[in-house]
């Protein structure tokens, strides 16, 4: 592949960008005053300040800085076949860094992500990847493993997450739906990740959380990625930043989007957002829907909080298969965290407080186990062991596919119980939809603001 003339970074850092603590006082760069305290993004990405890069290299020891060739070595020359996908930064390629790379690397699989010249993202998000990633570790959140900053060349080094996204999870078009004990483990794992984030002694504001920047890895162990829009929390006295709004629409905070205030309750009502695709199995967005439909959150919140309704709006494809006290319990969640009102809404420790104990609840109708067999695009069997109550085992009913007679392995077994009461949807599973587009510039254009100007 190759990588496209870059120009200035600093064009790429709008004054909107940098955060305003809400009464603005005398500028201090926290990591000189105490080495404990980590480094800033504005502590290096406003232009006066008198920090480089290279003054990053102690507070980011823990990266690995690569050469251009070296990362064209580990993708086989960002080879196609290697390709994993693209959002705004820019391309994504699998690379592979075997042991002779480098002393102290171990061999693994990478995901190399390279900044598109020619894209809506410049040098400030790479900056904000490196210096939040660089300096914060959790098993919830992506591992950076390294970047390459050569000339106008921008790539930043991931480990590898074999399940890729959780868009493409949960909205994908054919095989087997994403179970719902594993819905949930995704939805308390981003949990921590966020929480984490915001109990940091400085606090992080993520600001873009989505299913697109939600990766899972073998095992569905979810990793919050993507901190191109993250940016520090308000500190002391202060109550919130102001921003020039960004983020994806469908997922930002109204009081953010009506006065830029920002807070880490915005991204707790982002948070509320992806709980409630996790339950409905919709887009936030999705312009092919009539109506209120449109937009999932002004659907779907007045019906949140009604047991019967609820049953109706539940994912289709899950066909009734969820614990309906887990359900109610994670609907009356994902209420609190979409509030309008921002005090309102729960702390992200306490969302991880009560979705916990929903693992253990057994009420899912459904047979002792689903075992879903293997198929190209899931290489791991699923297996989701339940332990049912005697009335349900006798109605108990196992539905194997089969092709000629002969067993298919790329077809699925299926454990079905009968029709849960009032459930609807059930067995209807919804014809394949168009994929809804929607993206930061999106959200940026139907606000029409001014204050972020992408390079188009
Ligand atoms: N560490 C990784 N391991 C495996 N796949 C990855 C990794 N990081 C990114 N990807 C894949 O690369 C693709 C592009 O990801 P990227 O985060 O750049 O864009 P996006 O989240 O789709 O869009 P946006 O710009 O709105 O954030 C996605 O399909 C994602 O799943
Ligand atoms: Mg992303």
């Known amino acids: 592949m190759t990588l496209k003339k870059y120009f200035s ?33 504005s502590d290096i990405s406003h232009p006066g ?17 690569f050469t251009l060739k070296e990362l064209e070595l580990i993708t086989n020359k960002f080879a196609k076949s290697n ?74 080094v991931y480990e590898y997450m074999a399940r890729g996204n959780l868009e ?27 929480a984490f984030l915001h109990e940091e002694q400085k606090p992080v504001i993520y600001r873009d959380f989505k299913t697109s920047n939600i990766l899972l890895d073998l095992a569905y162990n979810a990793k919050v990625s ?3 829009l993250a940016t520090d929390g308000p500190e002391g006295e202060e109550t919130h930043v102001t921003t020039c709004v960004m983020g994806t629409e469908g997922y930002a905070a109204p009081e953010y989007i009506s006065t830029g205030h920002l807070t880490t309750m915005s991204d707790v009502f982002s948070f509320g957002v992806v709980l409630l695709e ?7 967005v999705d312009k092919t829907r009539p109506g209120r439909e449109k937009n999932l959150v002004e659907w779907a919140r007045p019906l949140l909080k009604d047991p019967y309704k609820l049953d109706g709006i539940m994912d289709p494809r899950l066909e009734g298969q969820y614990s309906t006290e887990g359900a109610r319990k994670a609907a009356a969640l994902a209420y609190q965290c979409l509030s309008n009102h921002p005090k309102s809404r ?39 062991k339940i332990v049912p109550n005697d009335h349900q085992e006798k109605e108990f009913e196992v539905k194997i596919e089969r092709n000629g007679g002969k067993k298919d392995e790329k077809k699925e077994k299926i454990a079905r119980l009968p029709r849960r009461k009032g459930h609807r949807h059930r067995n209807r ?10 993206s930061d510039t999106d959200l940026y254009r139907t606000l029409g603001t001014k204050l972020y100007s992408p390079k188009h």
């Open 49 to 65: 300040s008198p920090l480089s890069l290279s003054d990053l290299s102690n507070s980011l020891m823990s990266l690995h800085i």
């Open 168 to 194: 493409n999870q949960l909205f994908k078009r054919y095989g087997p739906p994403l179970p719902w004990l594993t819905r949930l483990k995704i939805a308390i794992g981003t949990a921590k990740g966020l």
């Open 226 to 228: 993507d901190f191109g």
């Open 429 to 438: 599973v919804q014809p394949a939809r168009s994929r809804a587009i929607y």
């Open 278 to 284: 996790l339950l409905t199995g919709r887009r936030s």
């Open 9 to 41: 970074w600093k064009h790429m850092l709008p004054n909107c960008i940098k955060p305003q603590n809400s009464s603005p006082g005398p500028k201090v760069h926290a990591a000189k005053q105490s080495p404990s305290l980590r480094l800033s993004l």
């Open 83 to 156: 390709f994993l996908g693209e959002g705004g930064f820019g391309p994504v390629y699998k690379g592979f860094i075997d042991d002779n790379l480098r002393p102290g690397l171990k061999a693994q699989s990478v995901a190399v992500k390279v900044l598109d010249l020619d894209g809506t993202q410049g040098h400030r998000e790479w900056l904000a990847e490196v210096i939040f990633l660089g300096q914060l570790k959790h098993p919830h959140l992506v591992n950076l493993i390294g970047y390459c900053y050569e000339d106008e060349h921008r790539l930043l």
């Open 346 to 384: 729960p702390t992200m420790s306490s969302v991880v407080k009560t979705l916990k104990p929903l693992l253990e609840l057994t009420d899912i109708p459904i047979g002792p186990f689903v075992y879903i067999v293997p198929t190209q695009e899931n290489s791991e069997p699923i297996i989701q």
